[in-house]
């Protein structure tokens, strides 16, 4: 193919869409598995994270693992990576560490989803549904770099590509948010009862992102 045809070909599966919304009710739809399809998380981070706390909701029918939420620095891979092993299986990555968290799920069902992890402790806590899994801890005293590139709905390799369709999210995703504290058990309440308290780095309520390819914004009907 010549090279106009392929820019014209890319331009036509690829459509962008840069906004700035608040999508409070509302979800983005990852409606077919593909190698492609995701959606760019836009934040200003320019200090190293020490301590976070990130929020979501999910609903997905798939029972292979897949990405949930995946943050790349320039140069290193899976430096903070949410991944759904299996059901009731979820992992934490923290500059390319790896720790596991069980929970007791229904499949398939939606869940409300937190993690936050702490620098000086090293200690990763989980949260599915408001209620507490077995805390872990990894990577004492590293700092989370800055700059990221966050995508949903695809698995980072590279900073911003190195997609594999086998870890792409299926599924529906909303109520999104991230801060650069750990919550108290009170305030993971507040997230799963739809109420944030001051979500300073992602705010789902006036999020900045940029969908590429098949991902459409729907209310969310399942909570
Ligand atoms: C991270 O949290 C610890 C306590 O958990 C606190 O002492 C420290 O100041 C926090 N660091 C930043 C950069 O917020
Ligand atoms: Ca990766």
């Not at 820019?7 to 036509?12: A, D, F, M, N, Y």
């Not at 190698?35 to 609903?59: G, M, Q, W």
């Not at 700092?143 to 997609?163: C, M, N, R």
Request: aromatic share 14%.
């Amino acid at each position: 193919m010549d090279k106009l045809l392929l820019w014209v070909s890319v331009l036509i599966t690829l459509p962008e869409a840069f906004a700035q919304a608040n999508l409070h009710g509302k979800v983005f739809v990852f409606p077919r598995e593909s190698s492609t399809d995701h959606v760019s998380l836009i934040t200003k981070l320019e200090k190293p994270l020490r301590n976070f706390t990130l929020c979501l909701r999910a609903y997905s029918d798939l029972s292979r693992y897949y990405s949930l939420f995946s943050y790349n620095v320039q140069g290193k891979d899976n430096e903070l990576l949410v991944f759904k092993d299996k059901i009731g299986t979820y992992s934490l990555f923290i500059g390319n560490t790896r720790v596991t968290a069980k929970v007791l799920e229904q499949f398939p069902a939606p869940a409300h989803f937190c993690v936050s992890w702490e620098s000086s402790s090293g200690i990763a806590e989980f949260w599915v549904n408001g209620k507490p899994l077995v805390k872990k801890g990894l990577k004492q005293g590293y700092s989370v770099g800055a700059h990221p590139k966050i995508i949903l709905g695809q698995e980072q390799d590279t900073y911003g590509g190195g997609f594999d369709k086998r870890q792409s999210f299926v599924g529906e995703i909303g109520d999104l948010y991230m801060w650069d504290s750990v919550l108290s058990a009170e305030e993971i309440l507040s997230a799963y009862q739809d109420s944030p308290i001051n979500p300073n780095i992602l705010n789902w309520q006036d999020l900045d992102y940029e969908i590429k390819g098949y991902v459409i914004i729907k209310p969310l009907v399942w909570h």
